[in-house]
């Protein structure tokens, strides 16, 4: 044996992990989608830290918007703050955030 | 599989699909490569399983940073180049505890075999190697890479790693007793 190859053999030993493994891969798969979901919720805070803003800033003008409107007029105003909530919560994809948020809070872990 | 319709895509196509936004090119090269960025690590870390954390770190830190992966790239030395950045941003301090380990384990008759003996020699000269000398023992010496391959991966000039290669491979073949 050269000092080379014992060199080597000292190197290699114990350090080989399996040439496949899947379950490696699926771990950094779970990874991924960890820090996607992660990422996702950070953007769904920042647009509702950003709405929240807007209906602040908004609040005195809708208030004296409303006064102002004739009766009849404000169930029509309702319909659409509903369609406009309708399409916020369809572009945001709450379902799709609750789905992926169920994969990482497992039943018992809390 | 997505990436071009081939049977055996090429590395270059996996990364462009996964690029693309493909999960399942991207799993399908870290299969391909998974046991280089994991061998890698071990060599470097000496702990097995704090190796693996930290290859599976780089590897979600790759899918992050795909589309910074330039066409013509080696994947496999990119990969390998984001672990060994993150094993020396969360290595640094642990030195103490690793000799603590390698002195434990020096001391367990089990381990009193010849090549056992060579193993500890050479783990503990190469936690005293310099960071990036040891990541090119653990590549060129270890792992059969080429010089060039090492010197994309580590991003060094390819006369930095031909040196460290030829002063590391001195320093630990005297710490397993034998001449350089």
Do not use: Y
């Not at chain 1, 309702?78 to 399409?87: D, F, I, N």
């Not at chain 2, 390698?102 to 193993?119: G, H, K, M, S, V």
């Not at chain 2, 500890?120 to 080429?146: F, H, M, T, Y």
């Amino acid at each position: 044996m050269t000092p080379d190859d014992r060199l080597k053999a000292a190197l290699g030993l114990g350090a080989e992990p399996p040439p496949v493994d899947h379950a490696f891969v699926a771990r950094v798969a779970e990874g991924i989608e960890a820090r996607r979901f992660r990422l996702k919720l950070s953007v769904l805070a920042l647009w509702a830290a950003v709405a929240a803003l807007l209906c602040w800033v908004l609040v005195p003008v809708i208030e004296q918007a409303r006064s102002n409107a004739a009766a009849s007029l404000q169930p029509i105003g309702l319909g659409l703050v509903v369609a406009v909530g309708v399409w916020l919560l369809r572009r945001a994809d709450v379902g799709g955030a609750l789905r992926l948020a169920r994969r990482f809070v497992r039943p018992g872990t809390f | 599989m997505d990436a071009g319709g081939a049977s055996h895509p090429t590395d270059q196509a996996l990364a462009e699909a996964a690029k693309a936004g493909s999960s399942r090119a991207f799993s399908e090269l870290v299969l391909r490569h998974q046991a280089a960025v994991r061998g890698f690590l071990r060599r470097v870390c000496a702990d097995p399983s704090e190796a693996d954390d930290m290859a599976q770190e780089a590897l979600v830190t790759a899918w992050t940073k795909i589309g910074t992966l330039k066409p013509d790239a080696s994947v496999r030395s990119w990969f390998c180049g984001l672990a060994w950045r993150k094993a020396m941003t969360t290595q640094r301090g642990r030195a103490r505890s690793a000799a603590r380990d390698r002195q434990w384990l020096e001391t367990r008759p089990e381990f009193d075999t010849p090549a056992a003996r060579d193993q500890i020699a050479v783990r503990k000269a190469l936690d005293n190697l310099p960071e990036d000398q040891r990541a090119v023992v653990a590549l060129c010496l270890a792992g059969d890479w080429s010089h060039a391959e090492a010197a994309e991966a580590l991003g060094l000039p390819l006369g930095t790693v031909k040196s460290h290669a030829a002063r590391g491979r001195a320093k630990l073949l005297e710490a397993m007793g034998e001449a350089p």
